[in-house]
C-alpha cells in the first residue's frame, strides 16, 4: 500500500477497534498532527493511558486504483 505517496507494508486487522503506526513512517511523512490528546489503549493483559497523535493522510494502492483518507494514530 501506499500511505502519502510512501510504498510500505501493513497488518491489516479488520476487527481492530484502532490503527497504529510506526513512528519512522510519520517521520517520512513529514507532517505536523492536528491532532494530539491521551488515550486508553487496551492490550493483552492490562490497558495503559499515553499520549497520542491523530494524522490525516490517504492510503492507496500500490498500482493506483483506488485512494482514501484516513486517520493514523501514534502512540508515546
Given at each position: 500500500m501506499k500511505i502519502n505517496?510512501?510504498?510500505t507494508n501493513a497488518l491489516l486487522e479488520t476487527g481492530a477497534g484502532s490503527s497504529y503506526?510506526?513512528?519512522k513512517l510519520i517521520g517520512l511523512l513529514k507532517k505536523?498532527?492536528?491532532e494530539a490528546g491521551t488515550k486508553i489503549i487496551d492490550m493483552m493483559l492490562r490497558s495503559?493511558?499515553?499520549s497520542v497523535?491523530?494524522?490525516?493522510?490517504?492510503r492507496g494502492a500500490?498500482?493506483?486504483t483506488f485512494?482514501?483518507?484516513?486517520?493514523?494514530?501514534?502512540?508515546h
Open positions: 505517496g510512501i510504498k503506526t510506526s513512528s505536523r498532527p492536528p495503559t493511558t499515553t497523535e491523530i494524522y490525516t493522510t490517504t500500490v498500482n493506483g485512494d482514501m483518507k484516513i486517520n493514523l494514530t501514534k502512540a
